[in-house]
């Protein structure tokens, strides 16, 4: 139940088109959903986050939905760039427990 | 924005001897310090969390005796890899948290090699 499973392993975008990362939870108790982008041989750096308050929120390019019923949410990223060519990880944690859960990672390469 | 620092970057050592691996919060007072394990593509695997003055908690199957934790002041934790065996070999990477909200806040990470 403290899982966050995630999909796809990796995808394949040509530029300009629109990348879509999903993941999905099962405990209910989750209350943060944060997305993070990973380039080779650094540390992860946060993206953009969400609360189940809202169903989307949008920061440039990135966007994420949430779909609390569903329990599932997902990042947009739109004109995607060879640029954006990283590895991408949902996580998700609950209360004042500031513990990850992550998702197992989405390898995104975007083709010129 | 915050900014997590980490030193060494890389480091390589002989079997049997021990690493320190530095973690520092350098514009933000970090409550809470995360020490994660990444193999090569995987996930993130959380190691132990520290609360600066207090005992590090660490995650089940972690050994605490082999991976010290110390996380002496707000700016600063630091992880000691006790004799390093060729299988401790892997990326570390710290994260850091303040009170203010619940975003953790990643280092770039330290390579270790064990010969």
């Known amino acids: 139940q403290q899982q966050v499973k995630q999909s796809p392993q990796s995808l394949i975008v040509q530029k300009g088109g629109i990348s879509i990362i999903n993941c999905a939870y099962e405990?209910?108790?989750?209350?943060?959903f944060p997305w993070y982008q990973q380039f080779p041989g650094k540390g992860p750096a946060l993206l953009i986050a969400?609360?189940?308050d809202v169903s989307e929120k949008k920061e440039g390019r990135f966007t994420i939905s949430f779909n609390k019923s569903a329990k599932q949410f997902s990042l947009h990223i739109m004109d995607s760039q060879p640029g954006d060519s990283a590895t991408y990880f949902c996580?998700?944690?609950?209360?004042?427990?500031?513990?990850?859960?992550w998702g197992a990672g989405t390898k995104l390469i975007i083709k010129p | 924005g915050a900014v997590v620092s980490q030193h060494p970057s890389w480091v390589i050592c002989k079997s049997g001897t021990s690493v320190k691996i530095e973690c520092r919060s350098l514009?933000?007072?970090?409550?809470?310090m995360f020490w994660y394990r990444q193999f090569p593509k995987q996930s993130l695997m959380l190691m132990a969390t520290?609360?600066?003055?207090?005992?590090?908690?660490?995650e089940q199957g972690v050994e605490k005796d082999k991976f010290l934790i110390n996380h002496a002041s707000l700016t600063l934790s630091t992880l000691t890899v006790t004799s390093a065996h060729p299988e401790d070999s892997s990326f570390y990477i710290c994260?850091?948290?303040?009170?203010?909200?619940?975003?953790?806040?990643f280092g770039p990470g330290t390579r270790l090699t064990v010969l």
């Open positions: 514009d933000f007072q970090a409550t809470t």
């Open positions: 994260s850091a948290s303040g009170t203010m909200n619940r975003e953790q806040f």
């Open positions: 520290s609360n600066e003055g207090s005992k590090a908690t660490y």
């Open positions: 969400i609360r189940p």
């Open positions: 405990n209910t108790a989750f209350d943060y």
């Open positions: 996580a998700a944690s609950r209360g004042s427990n500031y513990q990850l859960i």
